[in-house]
């Protein structure tokens, strides 16, 4: 069992910078493609960023250029860095494990999800 537990959301201007971490559970977190999305209330989760254990990285056409995904393997966490944010950012972030890398930009490929953090941004 994989326990993820995110943090670093708030509040924030349009333009600004958030950065948002996952901390894991587990001895094989190196292992993981660990995967951030999005589901704002009424929609289903929209796929953010991922990384693989090889630290590839993919991110969704809306976020490209503006978002970064990177992971520190020795503190079992990952981390999503936010630049200049968007009221439409505007929803709850959710940290996400597979163990077993299958396909990074589905969420159905994925077995452990976090409890989320808001992220709001004003205009």
């Known amino acids: 069992q994989v326990q993820l537990v995110e943090s670093g959301g708030g509040l924030v201007q349009a333009g600004g910078s958030l950065r948002l971490s996952c901390a894991a559970s587990?001895?094989?977190?190196?292992?993981?493609?660990m995967g951030w999305f999005r589901q704002a209330p009424g929609r289903g989760r929209e796929f953010v960023a991922a990384?693989?254990?090889?630290?590839?990285?993919y991110y969704a056409d809306s976020v490209k250029g503006r978002f970064s995904i990177s992971r520190d393997n020795a503190k079992n966490t990952v981390y999503l860095q936010m630049n200049s944010l968007k009221p439409e950012d505007t929803t709850v972030y959710y940290c996400?494990?597979?163990?077993?890398?299958?396909?990074?930009?589905?969420?159905?490929?994925?077995?452990?999800w976090g409890q989320g953090t808001q992220v709001t941004v004003s205009s």
């Open positions: 996400t494990a597979d163990p077993f890398d299958r396909r990074p930009r589905l969420e159905n490929a994925y077995n452990y």
């Open positions: 587990g001895r094989t977190f190196s292992s993981y493609v």
């Open positions: 990384i693989t254990r090889t630290s590839s990285t």
